[in-house]
Nanobody, 124 residues
Framework: QVQLVESGGGLVQAGDSLRLSCAASGRTFSRNAMGWFRQAPGKEREFVVGISWSGRRTNYPDSVKGRFTISRDNAKNTVYLQMNSLKPEDTAVYYC?????????????????WGQGTQVTVSS
């Protein structure tokens, strides 16, 4: 059974940092693109960042560019999201996702496996 399990969320103040982890089990994702999405109450799921299977290519929307950094350790089947200079508008449930394919995608429908999410709350 394939599982993606996120961890590292929590309550922080504006300007603080958090590091999310996504550990995959049940199969290897070393040849698959992966990504992070987030969803705030009453809003649609939003693309945060994607990473290619090799880690050499990433894609960040303007909302997080320069503050968030994705990385992956294929030997550990784990993806990380380093979030710096957090803002209250970053508050959301953060989801890890994996694709069947190796290239980055930014739409939720392009991803095939999802974690259960981890809550990130940024107070002002």
């Amino acid at each position: 059974q394939v599982q993606l399990v996120e961890s590292g969320g929590g309550l922080v103040q504006a300007g603080d940092s958090l590091r999310l982890s996504c550990a995959a089990s049940g199969r290897t994702f070393s040849r698959n693109a992966m990504g992070w999405f987030r969803q705030a109450p009453g809003k649609e799921r939003e693309f945060v960042v994607g990473i290619s299977w090799s880690g050499r290519r990433t894609n960040y929307p303007d909302s997080v560019k320069g503050r968030f950094t994705i990385s992956r350790d294929n030997a550990k089947n784990t993806v990380y999201l380093q979030m710096n200079s957090l803002k209250p508008e970053d508050t959301a449930v953060y989801y890890c996702a994996a694709r069947y394919y190796s290239d980055i995608a930014s739409r939720p429908d392009d991803y095939d496996y999802w974690g259960q999410g981890t809550q990130v709350t940024v107070s002002s």
